[in-house]
């Protein structure tokens, strides 16, 4: 089984689709069979950071969504009561029933409480799959929300189903923030990547991913993007809380011009932020480690 690294943040603009496309290039050039998912799906971009993809596979993702016949319907308001997520609208004097697809979480709870045969489910479009290949070693997959769908979740755990298990490692660039979508990517991972900065919204953020991290029993590190800019605090909040401090990175100015002009691709040389050699380091270690146990388990 392959190796699952997820790399997280608190918060957005940390960094982290950097340093997933980072970890991505360096694992190719040392020759080691590797597949990226890209589980930001409502903006994915680690393919902006790649050369030469082949779109391999294109896969619809669909969500089933309940409906109701209100000929058959007596409105008794079952269904409404049991669905969770307020998706179901009945009023009776009215004779009016109706499922809103923005909330329905296709649970099928609504299925169960009717039983006059009144709800059918219709499948609704909520985004697609891509599949790439770079190379002979190397994947990327990535997840794309259909634009005004609230299915981010959904999408990513079809997307977690789709990818076969290519690779010796799997790494999982998460959406920033602490909300469901999170969860559902870092959930089944081996070891949790934390990325922040040294700032104070950054220290904050960090507080609420470790909490996270922490209730979901998951073995995790802290990388601190753009060294340089902010204080300490990072650095006592580490040290009091007993976190592993995996690597620093510098700010580069060159590399930060070079995002912001859209040129990507000048952000893949590990030489221009530094940083990045260690972190692989401790990675390759960690990813020993855990064959190590796998071959204790046999």
Known sequence: MPYKLA?????????????????????????REVHLVDCDVEEPNALLFQHAACLESEKGIEQLIPAIDTDRCTFCRKCAEYCEYNAIV??????????????CHSCGACL????????SERPEPIGAVHHYKLGQLAHLTEGRLRIGSAMQTLLIRELKKAISPLGEVILYDAPPGTSC?????????????????PTRFGV??????????RKLNLP?????????LGGSEVYSYLEKEHIDLLAEIPFSREF??????????ETLPVEVAGGYA???EVVQHKIKEHEGDHRTQR
């Open 204 to 213: 904050n953020d960090l507080k609420l991913m470790v909490a996270l991290v």
């Open 112 to 119: 169960v409480a009717c039983t006059y045969g009144a709800i």
């Open 256 to 265: 930060a011009s070079g995002y912001a002009r859209g040129n990507f691709l």
């Open 7 to 31: 790399i997280a943040s608190g918060k957005g603009g940390t960094g982290k689709t950097s340093i997933s496309a980072n970890l991505f290039h360096q694992f190719k050039q040392a020759g």
């Open 220 to 228: 995790f590190g802290v990388v601190i993007n753009k060294k340089g």
């Open 278 to 280: 260690g972190l692989l």
């Open 181 to 197: 979508p999170v969860v559902e990517t870092i959930a089944d991972a081996d070891y949790v990547i934390l990325v922040t900065e």
């Open 90 to 103: 009945v009023i009776p004097p009215v004779k009016f029933a109706q499922v809103n697809a923005s909330l």
